[in-house]
């Protein structure tokens, strides 16, 4: 008798429908086959499903059984079909009619007692079989509320094989999985640190205002202990909230990834991740034999901090050109080839030399101006095109330690970033950028234009400062951004002065 379960394997951050085969035969030599390119993990799923099965008091007798995968020719990996499998032979030996099995889709691990264990990528599977037009989804009881996210769908947690079992011969109920969305939205608000208590660094502020407003990278120069990490940990609390469209998203990737915390069902806040200068090109970016989202697709739609840039491998650094410049990692391989989203902020960090004193008026700087050279050189100029803003960070003077709390707070700064984004959202209605980083070639030319003051305010700055081509097109950006804070509906000189204000690593180069 051939029985068939419904489940998905995923590629990229989405799933795809796949359906199970169990062909269950008494005669010939008993054996068990499994075809439809299997990797390793699901190919020993054999042993863990007859092993839950007898556990679970189901006799399987000895037949000969082959299992296909379909469509067979898409590779599937994980262990999430260790219980459409299980319900495929038990439906396949008739114990459960095929009728009661058709309408779900099945994902779970199974453990050698039958309990059903968490698996990556529900809330994909739970989006797919929605759109396949399925009545819900059984998975283990720990992704109950994952799926549940994906709304207008059945989502059955279950405890163990045993229990699935008696639902679908209708001799058990178990309660469908909910989640309260309004609740989880509402966690948005709530961070634990806020730009209040960073005390000085008005500059750093105000540059991490005009980043978040305009959506344009940031890169921070400064001596160690000067608050430069202390800032990028804020810049979430002033970016604007997710939408839901968004935070379904962020939570797919997790989901993916299998970092999903078991509390929380959907990501709502804004990520801000931070990777260690020994990450390797795999891990920041995504990929490796069973291809998994790197760390800046974890940092999509928020904050990617690379705190000491230059001490990371320089081909490390180099492989961030691509997802910067298209907001996505495209992953190739011989038989496929993966896109997951990485549509981040990227703020960086740096000391000005080796020794981290070449700015600080108290220390002095012991390193060599080749040296010096030798460090900044770790950042390639095509890297350094794509961050917009260089700031400055200088050691906190004491009068500003002494103070008690900045006027300059999160709530403050946000309250004019969303007001920015809005002015954006208008300027560039039907079209498919929305912030004033994207802005290039004939875009830039019409929503920068320049009077006649302001051009000749721009030229003699070039030419003083002996800025290249790419700076010009940065301070246009940002003095566009500057204008929308200022609710400015054309660019002005002073505007243009402060853009030019943060480009120091184009200054330092003319000079």
Same mark, same amino acid.
């Given at each position: 008798?051939?029985?068939?379960?419904?489940?998905?394997?995923?590629?990229?951050?989405?799933?795809?429908?796949?359906?199970?085969?169990?062909?269950?035969?008494?005669?010939?030599? &008993? +054996?068990?086959?499994? *075809?439809? #390119? $299997?990797?390793?993990? @699901? =190919?020993?799923?054999?042993?863990?499903?007859?092993?839950? !099965?007898?556990?679970?008091?189901?006799?399987?007798? &000895? +037949?000969?059984?082959? *299992?296909? #995968? $379909?469509?067979?020719? @898409? =590779?599937?990996?994980?262990?999430?079909?260790?219980?459409? !499998?299980?319900?495929?032979?038990?439906?396949?030996?008739?114990?459960?009619?095929?009728?009661?099995?058709?309408?779900?889709?099945?994902?779970?691990?199974?453990?050698?007692?039958?309990?059903?264990?968490?698996?990556?990528?529900?809330?994909?599977?739970?989006?797919?079989?929605?759109?396949?037009?399925?009545?819900?989804?059984?998975?283990?009881?720990?992704?109950?509320?994952?799926?549940?996210?994906?709304?207008?769908?059945?989502?059955?947690?279950?405890?163990?094989?045993?229990?699935?079992?008696?639902?679908?011969?209708?001799?058990?109920?178990?309660?469908?999985?909910?989640?309260?969305?309004?609740?989880?939205?509402?966690?948005?608000?709530?961070?634990?640190?806020?730009?209040?208590?960073?005390?000085?660094?008005?500059?750093?502020?105000?540059?991490?205002?005009?980043?978040?407003?305009?959506?344009?990278?940031?890169?921070?120069?400064?001596?160690?202990?000067?608050?430069?990490?202390m800032l990028a940990k804020r810049i979430p609390t002033v970016l604007p909230p997710l939408s839901f469209d968004e935070a379904l998203e962020v939570t797919k990737i997790y989901s993916v990834a299998g970092l999903l915390p078991s509390d929380r069902a959907l990501m709502v806040t804004r990520p801000f991740r931070t990777p260690?200068?020994?990450?390797?090109?795999?891990?920041?970016?995504?990929?490796?034999?069973?291809?998994?989202?790197?760390?800046?697709?974890?940092?999509?739609?928020?904050?990617?901090?690379?705190?000491?840039?230059?001490?990371?491998?320089?081909?490390?650094?180099?492989?961030?050109?691509?997802?910067?410049?298209?907001?996505?990692?495209s992953i190739s391989r011989s038989l496929m080839t993966l896109k997951y989203p990485a549509d981040v902020m990227l703020v960086a960090a740096m000391n000005p030399c080796p020794c981290g004193y070449l700015s600080d008026e108290t220390h002095p700087c012991s390193c060599s101006p080749l040296a010096v050279q030798r460090y900044?050189?770790?950042?390639?100029?095509?890297?350094?095109?794509?961050?917009?803003?260089?700031?400055?960070?200088?050691?906190?003077?004491?009068?500003?330690?002494?103070?008690?709390?900045?006027?300059?707070?999160?709530?403050?700064?946000?309250?004019?970033?969303?007001?920015?984004?809005?002015?954006?959202?208008?300027?560039?209605?039907?079209?498919?950028?929305?912030?004033?980083?994207?802005?290039?070639?004939?875009?830039?030319?019409?929503?920068?234009?320049?009077?006649?003051?302001?051009?000749?305010?721009?030229?003699?700055?070039?030419?003083?400062?002996?800025?290249?081509?790419?700076?010009?097109?940065?301070?246009?950006?940002?003095?566009?951004?500057?204008?929308?804070?200022?609710?400015?509906?054309?660019?002005?000189?002073?505007?243009?002065?402060?853009?030019?204000?943060?480009?120091s690593m184009d200054r330092e180069g003319a000079s």
């Open positions: 008798m051939i029985s068939t379960a419904h489940c998905a394997a995923l590629r990229g951050i989405d799933a795809y429908p796949v359906q199970l085969e169990v062909d269950f035969s008494r005669s010939g030599m &008993p +054996a068990f086959t499994m *075809v439809g #390119l $299997a990797e390793g993990a @699901v =190919r020993e799923s054999k042993e863990r499903v007859f092993s839950a !099965l007898k556990n679970c008091g189901f006799k399987v007798p &000895p +037949a000969r059984i082959t *299992v296909n #995968l $379909a469509p067979a020719d @898409v =590779r599937k990996e994980g262990s999430g079909y260790d219980l459409p !499998l299980a319900i495929g032979i038990l439906a396949a030996m008739g114990v459960i009619d095929q009728r009661a099995v058709d309408d779900w889709f099945l994902a779970g691990e199974l453990s050698l007692s039958g309990e059903l264990k968490s698996v990556p990528g529900v809330l994909p599977l739970a989006l797919a079989a929605r759109k396949q037009g399925g009545r819900g989804i059984i998975v283990p009881e720990a992704n109950g509320r994952e799926g549940a996210v994906a709304g207008d769908l059945e989502v059955i947690g279950a405890a163990d094989l045993g229990q699935v079992v008696r639902m679908l011969l209708g001799e058990d109920t178990i309660e469908p999985a909910s989640v309260d969305i309004d609740t989880l939205w509402n966690e948005r608000s709530s961070h634990l640190v806020d730009f209040g208590e960073v005390k000085g660094q008005e500059h750093a502020k105000r540059a991490i205002e005009i980043a978040a407003a305009g959506g344009h990278n940031l890169l921070f120069i400064g001596p160690p202990g000067s608050g430069k990490t260690h200068h020994t990450i390797s090109d795999v891990g920041l970016v995504g990929g490796g034999r069973y291809p998994q989202p790197g760390e800046t697709s974890l940092a999509h739609r928020g904050v990617l901090f690379l705190d000491e840039m230059p001490e990371f491998k320089k081909s490390v650094l180099e492989v961030l050109r691509q997802p910067l410049e298209d907001g996505e990692v900044r050189n770790k950042i390639s100029g095509p890297l350094l095109d794509r961050i917009d803003l260089h700031v400055d960070v200088p050691a906190v003077p004491y009068e500003d330690l002494r103070q008690t709390r900045s006027e300059m707070d999160s709530a403050t700064m946000r309250a004019r970033i969303l007001n920015a984004r809005r002015i954006q959202a208008e300027r560039f209605a039907g079209r498919h950028f929305s912030l004033n980083a994207e802005l290039d070639g004939s875009a830039l030319e019409e929503f920068c234009a320049l009077g006649e003051s302001e051009h000749h305010f721009l030229r003699q700055a070039v030419e003083t400062l002996g800025l290249s081509a790419r700076a010009y097109t940065r301070i246009l950006r940002i003095a566009r951004t500057i204008a929308d804070l200022a609710e400015a509906d054309t660019i002005g000189p002073d505007h243009l002065a402060e853009a030019i204000n943060y480009r």
